[in-house]
């Protein structure tokens, strides 16, 4: 009866340290999977929403742009249009180095590179002259290249912005099968637990009463 005992015992320890190891195991996977939600969360707040942010305020300086160019012939003081449009650039300049900082899609950094490119070296006016003179008033064909490079440029934004919505849909749906995994691995984890406890209570505790019982 001993030796059978000493038999048991042994594989009592061999199936609980199985069982510990296999626990080790998933705790390891699942601070993994912690990891890779706490990034994706990450990635979705640096790469996508301040992104979009840094859309919605390179379109409203955009959009300042446009008004100044297309209010040329309103009475309105002109004389710091220049000075104005060249802060609205450098606006946009800024928010561009930020967006590039970000981790890009290939199309999004095609887009990007398209809209920089309009920025500084298209859409740039030099001279208010270019636009609008009191002697013969608006420079209609000159307003309207540079409504078409503004217009261009806005088409890019939109295409950027709706690829922030396409990124933080898979994002999410990423992050959403990785919970999805962890709470699966969460329930394999109480079932090694209950069938640990089992393991201990038949080979340690159940079955040396019962052979004493039995001698």
Known sequence: MATSYKKRKISAFLIIGMLLVLLYGKNLLERQSFRSISGTFTEVYEDRLLVESYIFQISESLFSIQKLVDHCNINYDYSMVIEEISSEELKISELLIAFEATQLTEEE?????????????ELSIKSYQLL??????????????YDEKIARAQRDL?????????????????????????QIWSQFELA????????????????????????
């Open 109 to 121: 950094a095609n887009h990007l590179a398209d809209f920089k490119n309009i920025i500084d070296k």
């Open 158 to 182: 939109e295409k950027l912005s709706a690829i922030q919505l396409t990124e933080g849909e898979r994002l999410v749906a990423k992050a959403k099968k990785l919970i999805n995994r962890s």
């Open 132 to 145: 609008y003179n009191d002697s013969s008033g608006i420079n209609e064909a000159q307003v309207k290249i």
């Open 192 to 215: 090694l637990l209950f069938i640990l406890v089992v393991v201990i209570y038949v080979y340690i505790f159940k079955i040396p009463v019962q052979e004493e019982f039995v001698d």
